[in-house]
Nanobody
Framework: QVQLVESGGGLVQAGGSLRLSCAAS????????MGWFRQGPGKEREFVAA????????SYADSVKGRFTISRDNAKNTVYLQMNDLKPEDTAVYYC?????????????????WGQGTQVTVSS
């Protein structure tokens, strides 16, 4: 079993930055691909970013490409999402998830473990 806990969310003005963290416990994340998803008000949960288990490859949704950066520190069992130039439409609950296949999966169905989420609110 893998337990994931997100942190770093909050209220920020448009154009600002936040860094989300996802700390894992239960077992090492070293062999898992990791992803970030988000669910905005009245919207379905959507893919944001993913990273392979060694961190050599990443994938981003078009809406965040160039503004968000996913990274990981396997020694700390932690995954990060650096979010810059935030926009009101980035307002959502952000979830991290672990994928046992270790790939760059954009579909939720590949992710076996999920955190509880952290709220990000961007004011205009």
């Amino acid at each position: 079993q893998v337990q994931l806990v997100e942190s770093g969310g909050g209220l920020v003005q448009a154009g600002g930055s936040l860094r989300l963290s996802c700390a894992a416990s239960g077992r090492t994340l070293g062999s898992y691909g990791m992803g970030w998803f988000r669910q905005g008000p009245g919207k379905e949960r959507e893919f944001v970013a993913a990273i392979t288990w060694l961190g050599g490859r990443t994938s981003y949704a078009d809406s965040v490409k160039g503004r968000f950066t996913i990274s990981r520190d396997n020694a700390k069992n932690t995954v990060y999402l650096q979010m810059n130039d935030l926009k009101p439409e980035d307002t959502a609950v952000y979830y991290c998830a672990a994928d046992p296949t270790s790939g760059l999966q954009r579909s939720e169905r590949h992710y076996a473990y999920w955190g509880q989420g952290t709220q990000v609110t961007v004011s205009s």
